[in-house]
C-alpha cells in the first residue's frame, strides 16, 4: 500500500471520536471505566480520548442514573436528566443540596446548598416529600441496595391547589461484582402528572433492567418495559400510598415476567434456534454408524478402486 493510500485510509480526529463516543455509550452496567481504559490504550492520543470521554461520560452516567455520595456523607445524588441543574451540578431534593460531579471520575467533588429558585414551593414539596417518604420504604424491601429521589418537573412555582403540575420519581439499582464475571442494574423512571381540573393523577413508567454476563463468553441482556396507570388525586399522604402502590404493582409484575420468560428459554428460545433436521431432512441413524466412511465416500468420490 503506497504513503497515498495509508492517508486517506486513516480515520479523522472526528471519526475516532465518534468511534469512541460509541463504545463508551454502549458499555454494559458499571463498565464505563474498564471500557475506557481500553479505547485510552487503542487511540494513544490523550486529546482524542479525552474529547471523547467529555462528551460520553455525562450522557452514560445520566442515562444510567448512577449515584454518587456526598464528600462529607450526609447523603447521595443520583445522576439524572431531571436532577440535572447545570452542566456539572445535579440536585438532590431530600438534602436541598446541589452536587458538583465529575463525571469522568464519577465522584462528587462537592457540594452547596440549593437556591429557593432551584426548589419547589411548600405546596408541591408536600407531595414531593410524600411521595419520597413511600418509595423509600418500598426501595427498602424490593432493592435493598437501590436510591430513588423524587423530582418536580412541572409547575414546581404553584402555591396553592387549582394548578396542574409533574412529579418524577426515579428508582436505580446496581449489582456489579466484576469478580464474578456479571454486572446488572435496575433503572425505573415514573412520570406523574397531577391534573387539578379533572381530580386526576395519570403515571407513565418506563423500566429497563440490564445485565452482562462475561464469564468465558459474553451475553448480555437489555429489556425495556413501558406501562399506564391512573389514580385520584387526594391529599399528598394519600397520593402517595397510591401511587407506591401503583408503582410496586408494575414492577412486580415486570420482574415476574421476566423471570418466566426466562425459565422457559431452554423449552422455547433455545430449542427453536437449533436446526429440527439436517439439511438432508432425514434423521442422523445414531443407531448404526457403520453404514458412514468417511474414506470410503472419498475413493468412490476420487474413482479410486481399492480392491486391486
Known sequence: MSDQEETTSELTDKQKIEIAKWFLLNSPPGEIQYVAKDIRAVLKNERVYRMAAAEAFPLYNKSHMICLEFPDRSGEVLVTPFSEIDKNEYLDP???????????????????????????????????????????????VAYPKGFSSVYCVNGKDVEEPGSDFELVVVISAARHSPQNFCNGSWRSIWNIEFKDELQIVEVRGKLQVGAHYFEEGNVQLDAKHECRDSTIFQSPDDCAVSLTNIIRHHETEYLNSLQASYSKLPDTTFKDLRRKLPVTRTLFPWHNTLQFSLTRDMQKNLGLDTSK
Open 94 to 140: 431530600r438534602t436541598a443540596q446541589v452536587a458538583m460531579v465529575d463525571h469522568v471520575k464519577q465522584v462528587c467533588e462537592g457540594a452547596r446548598p440549593a437556591n429557593d429558585e432551584e426548589l419547589p414551593s411548600l405546596y408541591i414539596e408536600e407531595y414531593r416529600c410524600a411521595l419520597d417518604a413511600e418509595i423509600i420504604k418500598y426501595i427498602s
